[in-house]
């Protein structure tokens, strides 16, 4: 935990991010967590052990008829066609049994067996107003499953981002669920009630949740693992809108392993412009893209691990129209060593939120 740590660029420094503090049993629960326009990333957990990071996650809405002549069908987009989600109308997933659900979908959490759980963070979002309007009030709760296990209420316990402007009213919401996560352990996790509208507009709706996981294992090699977050606009206009997250202290050997994944909402499949870079000390940049999510349309709806679906998910569309939660191999930015990384974001033309960023590499022992 001795590494220094910089943010540059259009990312700034949060002074105090998450709340803490011991509250005795008979005080009333805390108030919801404030919410600002802009939430500059941090850094929010740390740790160099035994182990590494995994991910579920799933979008909460997807097309139900276009609404635009040019748009390409609705199930063509839901297998991976170009489209963006201003081009149709817009309505919820929905996989359990319950009825007073409005909501619902399920991923899969691969914690490896005979692992412990050491941290682990739901993040939640999107856009509040389409068709119709959501009451912001609504964001910091959801209802949250364990694998074969029943909803139970999950409210937020960090600042939260919130951003209106003339056609959007995007957030991001995000909570300590490890307690949980140590006792649900791997399989499919499901989460309902989402605070997302549905309907048209031209700039559409989107939303989706990510369960991010640190954990433990003795068979596996020493990683320094990171987690930041924020909320934060990049925009498409050239000179303005790029983002800088520099991590220092990796002590990464030749040859290192490593991994990056990134949550952002609004990216839309087919819109050029968008990328994620990383230079490593030696001064060489690497693009971070793969066959799914090509170098100048990075953030373009997918759900993908190295350029796959590599977990199951319910449903599993392959065009999430508006939700990214994709994990890039960082190993050939590893392959002279790193002590520090440099990760640059660019917006496409139209802008997307950026809202999640965690970092896994190869450490010395």
Not at 26 to 38: T, Y
């Amino acid at each position: 935990m001795g590494s220094s740590r910089r943010i540059l660029g259009t990312l700034g420094l949060l002074s105090c991010l998450a709340l803490s503090g011991n509250v005795p049993a008979a005080v009333a629960a805390p108030p919801a967590p404030k919410e600002f326009p802009r939430l500059p990333f941090t850094q929010r957990y740390q740790a160099m052990q035994h182990g590494g990071l995994v991910r579920a996650s799933n979008s909460g809405i997807s097309c139900r008829r276009e609404e635009s002549p040019e748009a390409e069908p609705c199930a063509a987009v839901k297998r991976g066609a170009a489209g963006v989600n201003g081009d149709f109308e817009m309505f919820y997933s929905e996989v359990d049994d319950d009825p007073d659900t409005y909501n619902s979908t399920r991923a899969e959490l691969k914690v490896p067996q005979g692992a412990k759980v050491s941290y682990a963070r739901l993040y939640w979002g999107g856009n509040l107003r389409v068709g119709e309007q959501k009451p912001p009030e609504d964001n910091g709760r959801v209802l949250v499953a364990e694998p074969g296990g029943a909803y139970q209420e999950v409210a937020a316990d960090t600042v939260m981002g919130h951003r209106s402007d003339a056609g959007s009213d995007a957030y991001q919401a995000s909570a300590d669920v490890t307690p949980l996560v140590r006792k649900g352990g791997a399989g499919m996790w499901t989460v309902a009630q989402l605070n997302i509208a549905m309907g048209h507009s031209e700039v559409g709706a989107w939303g989706g949740w990510t369960l991010v996981v640190a954990y433990e294992h003795p068979q596996e090699p020493v990683r320094r693992i990171s987690l930041w977050d924020g909320f934060e606009r990049l925009a498409g206009r050239p000179g303005t809108g790029d983002g800088l997250v520099e991590l220092d202290g990796l002590d990464a050997p030749a040859g290192s392993a490593g991994r990056v994944g990134v949550v952002a909402y609004d990216g839309d499949r087919g819109t050029l412009g968008d990328s994620l870079t990383v230079t490593a000390d030696s001064g060489r940049r690497v693009s971070l893209s793969d066959a799914e999510n090509p170098f100048n349309d990075v953030m373009n709806s997918t759900i993908t691990e190295f350029g796959h679906q590599a977990s199951v998910r319910q449903p599993d569309y392959m065009n999430n129209l508006g939700y990214d939660a994709d994990v890039f191999d960082l190993s050939p930015a590893l392959s002279d060593g790193a002590r520090s990384l440099s990760f640059r974001f660019t917006g496409e033309g139209q802008g997307h939120f950026l809202g999640v960023f965690f970092v896994q590499t190869d450490a010395r022992r």
